[in-house]
Structures are given as C-alpha cells and as structure tokens.
C-alpha cells in the first residue's frame, strides 16, 4: 500500500516472526455486547475481560471482528473495548458525522456509558485516524497509543502520500460511486485486500465472504465512503490539535515491512514526544490477518510496560 513511500525513509528495526493462516477469530462467548447510544448515534461494542481497559479501533475494509484474536489474548488482564465505529458493522446506519473528530466524542461516549476514565488505545487503518482524535481531544484519557500502518491526516508526510497512486480511493467520489459499487462490494473490497497484503491468500475466503455481507448492508458503503470524504476537514482539525503540542503518551508506531513500514514512525513523530517504531516482516498493511502472532505479541509487549 505504502512502500514506495517507506522506502524513501530510512530503514527499521525489523521483527521477524513466523507466518500463522489467519481466519477472524470468534470474540469469546464470555464477551458481553452493548448497544451504547452517544454522540446521536448507537455505537456496537464488545466488552470483554477485565483489567486496565484497552480499546481497540479497526480500520476500513474490516469491522471490530479483526480483533478477535488480541482481544483473547489481553482480556486475560486487561478489559478489551472493541466498538464498531459510526456507521460500520453493527452500528446504527448514521449519515453524517464521519469527521474524526465527531468519532473521537463516539468512543468518549462509549467509555463513559461504561464508567471508564483512562484507556489504552490500540487502532489499525481508519482507525488510527479516530484514535489520534481522541487522544488529541481527550489527553489525559490515554494510557498508551498503539497505531497500526496508515496515515493520519494533516500529520506528517500527508500531502507526499496523497500524491501515492494506490491510494487513488482516498479520493474516489462523487454522486455515482455508491451506485457503481452497489451489488459490487466484494469486487471492490478484494481490491483492498489484495493489492494491500505482501500475500493476499493471508486474507482468507472465509474473511472476505464475512466482511463482504456486512459492507453489502443497507448504508454501511456510505459509511465507509464519508470516512474518506472527511479527510479535508480532519486535516484541518489535526492541524489545530497538533498546535496545541504534542501527545505525550508513549506511541507505538507499527507498520508492515511491505507497506508503510517505518513512515508510521515517521508519522508519529510529527505529532507525539515519546514514539517507538515497529515494522513487522513479510506483512502488508493487513496485519491481523498476515502475521497475527507477531502482531499480538508486539501490542501485548508493549502495553505490558505501561505504568
């Protein structure tokens, strides 16, 4: 997705690890579902384990279903928050808001119906975006960041990675592109999946066919669409965050060594004091699904050490 990007900048720590066949792992039934409405809409989260709390943000192309395999692992000591984000999955249809900073007060409602007051965040893709919102308007709600191989708007190399030609969807619009996707999602979908893994066989049929049917939903291609359509006005909006200072949270900036890779650090360094880098090997911008052990090892390691 972003490698010729990566490349322009200087090379990584690299974390070598064995490729694992990924699948979407069920949540455990032990996991309770919440329906919390906030914000003027009602946000789908799962709610599991107990512990420091942890949420979890996935990004486009995929639902909260991505972290079923961390939010087993961590649950163990942590309680795991996993929201829907506006819009997506199981979350009501909502037709405006998708700004990233309107999504950041979704996850400050989601916490606050569940009486928490500090979380560690651990985001992928779009939301990196809705997580760099929250911790930028809610600092001292942040415990540790963990931000997973995309860009954040108005932040950092923004405008040398628009210029990326695989990233031509960032900008796909206009009256007609819900019509010619709509009855198409998974021919539009695949496209994502494949051309963003190191190895599209790591996104797996079963994967795919899942994600498809809750895209093909009444409203959740428009949703998906919206969160592009705001990229304008949340580079504005991160603009103003980042002339309030830097977040102060130690960051982890992860990213696959067959897509951003060490950008993501570079991203974060141009909004956070206290950034480490990870690029994780022989994975593409689906980090979940190419190499799930390392991915999970490296979030669990690092949020280990939060004090």
Same mark, same amino acid.
């Given at each position: ?33 919440? %329906?919390?409405?906030? @914000? *003027? ?7 599991? !384990? ?13 639902? !909260? ?7 087993? /692992?961590?649950?163990?000591? $942590? ?7 506006? !819009?997506? *999955? ?6 405006? *808001? ?18 928490? /007051? ?45 210029? @990326? ?6 900008? +796909?619009?206009?009256? /007609?592109? %819900? ?12 496209? +994502?999946? @494949?051309? #963003?893994?190191? &190895? ?23 949703? !998906? +669409?919206?969160? +592009?359509?705001?990229?304008?006005? &949340? ?8 002339? %309030? ?14 897509? #951003? ?14 950034? $480490? %880098?990870?690029?994780?090997? /022989?994975? *593409? ?23």
């Amino acid at each position: 997705m972003f490698r010729p990007i990566a490349l322009a900048f200087a090379a990584a720590t690299v974390l070598a690890a064995t490729s694992v066949e990924a699948k979407i792992v069920p949540f455990p039934t032990t996991c309770r579902i919440q %329906e919390i409405a906030t @914000n *003027g809409t009602t946000i789908h989260v799962r709610v599991c !384990g107990s512990g420091s709390p942890v949420v979890l943000l996935h990004g486009y192309g995929e639902t !909260g279903d991505m972290w079923g395999a961390l939010a087993i /692992d961590l649950m163990h000591d $942590h309680q795991v928050i996993v929201p829907d984000l506006r !819009g997506l *999955g199981l979350s009501a249809r909502a037709t405006e *808001g998708f700004d990233k900073r309107t999504q950041a007060a979704d996850v400050a409602g989601v916490l606050a119906a569940l009486k928490v /007051d500090r979380a560690a965040l651990v985001t992928h893709d779009i939301g990196n975006m809705v997580g760099y919102a929250f911790a930028a308007r809610y600092r001292n709600q942040v415990t540790r960041f963990v931000l997973m191989d995309a860009p954040v708007p108005g932040v950092g190399p923004w405008d040398e990675i628009l210029k @990326n030609p695989l990233l031509w969807h960032f900008r +796909f619009g206009g009256p /007609d592109m %819900e019509r010619l996707v709509a009855g198409r999602e998974r021919i539009y979908l695949d496209r +994502f999946w @494949n051309e #963003f893994s190191a &190895d599209p066989k790591k996104f797996d049929e079963e994967s795919r066919q899942h994600y498809a049917e809750l895209y093909a939903r009444p409203g959740a291609m428009h949703a !998906g +669409f919206e969160q +592009f359509k705001a990229f304008d006005q &949340d580079a504005r909006d991160n603009q103003t965050s980042l002339a %309030e200072g830097p977040l102060t949270m130690p960051v982890l900036a992860i990213g696959g060594d067959h897509s #951003f890779g060490p950008t993501m650090a570079v991203v974060m360094r141009a909004a956070a004091s206290d950034v $480490h %880098e990870l690029v994780i090997k /022989d994975s *593409g911008h689906w980090l979940m699904e190419e190499q799930p052990a390392a991915t999970v090892a490296a979030v669990r390691a690092f949020l280990a050490t939060q004090s």
